[in-house]
């Protein structure tokens, strides 16, 4: 599977961005996720996502302003990111996996098999 993620860019604080992330060469696996990456720090998870929408999964930093989704027929998954604050600017990542994890583990960067190149936002204040 290979994996594209576009949406990035500069946005003011407070503004909107939407991420997305195309699958090629396959379906999209079981789980989808987001990460992202700041300068100096290391890999966080933001938010992963089952394909049956039974589980999802927000990092605390940012539940109530991102929503992950993902549109099966169009093999892509999105986070939307609403409220962007400063501290939000990083390069994002996307990540799948065949098969679902629990809840636990599912922002836990290392259960995921394919990773997406990432896309930077940047936030100003």
């Known amino acids: 599977v290979q994996l594209q993620a576009s949406g990035g860019g500069l946005v003011q604080a407070g503004g909107s961005l939407r991420l997305s992330c195309a699958a090629s060469g396959s379906s999209l696996g079981s789980l989808t996720a987001w990460f992202r990456q700041a300068p100096g720090k290391e890999r966080e998870g933001v938010s992963c996502?089952?394909?049956?929408?039974?589980?999802?999964v927000y990092t605390d930093s940012v539940r109530g302003r991102f929503t992950i989704s993902r549109d099966n027929a169009k093999n892509t998954v999105y986070l939307q990111m609403n409220s962007l604050k400063p501290e939000d600017t990083a390069i994002y990542f996307c990540?799948?996996?065949?098969?679902?994890?629990?809840?636990?583990?599912?922002?836990?960067?290392?259960?995921?098999?394919?990773w997406g190149q990432g896309t930077q936002v940047t936030v100003s204040s």
């Open positions: 996502h089952s394909r049956s929408g039974i589980s999802t």
């Open positions: 990540a799948s996996r065949a098969v679902g994890v629990p809840n636990s583990a599912c922002l836990n960067s290392n259960v995921y098999d394919y």
